[in-house]
Nanobody, 122 residues
Framework: VQLQASGGGLVQAGGSLRLSCSAG????????FGWFRQAPGEEREGVAC????????YYADSVKGRFTISEDISKKTVYLRMNSLKPEDTGRYYC????????????????WGRGTLVTVSS
């Protein structure tokens, strides 16, 4: 299983970024995908997910209305569009593949990428 996240960087508050997660080595259609983030000294938290079973997307309250998760099955790629970024969005963002019903909890995902760093300056 290979998950490669990219697209992170330094952005000013109010700006936007789009993260990409390229997946390989498994059947993309069998998994849900999630984006998680971890700020320094904090636990990793779920941000957004695409549920394969329910054909639905879920978001953490802190990002609702600002972040959008999407996928391109033909490219085996999952995206996270992040708008109106805030300094508290700073952290390393990870994509993960997990159980078909999806969710925003760490234990629901078994395969993780290395992450991409997002820094939002005030």
């Amino acid at each position: 299983v290979q998950l490669q996240a990219s697209g992170g960087g330094l952005v000013q508050a109010g700006g936007s970024l789009r993260l990409s997660c390229s997946a390989g080595g498994f059947n993309f259609d069998d998994y849900s995908f999630g984006w998680f983030r971890q700020a320094p000294g904090e636990e990793r938290e779920g941000v957004a997910c695409i549920s394969r079973s329910y054909n639905a997307t879920y978001y953490a309250d802190s990002v609702k209305g600002r972040f959008t998760i999407s996928e391109d099955i033909s490219k085996k790629t999952v995206y996270l569009r992040m708008n109106s970024l805030k300094p508290e969005d700073t952290g390393r963002y990870y994509c993960a593949a997990g159980v078909p019903w999806g969710g925003l909890l760490n234990f629901e995902y078994k395969d993780w990428g290395r992450g991409t760093l997002v820094t939002v300056s005030s």
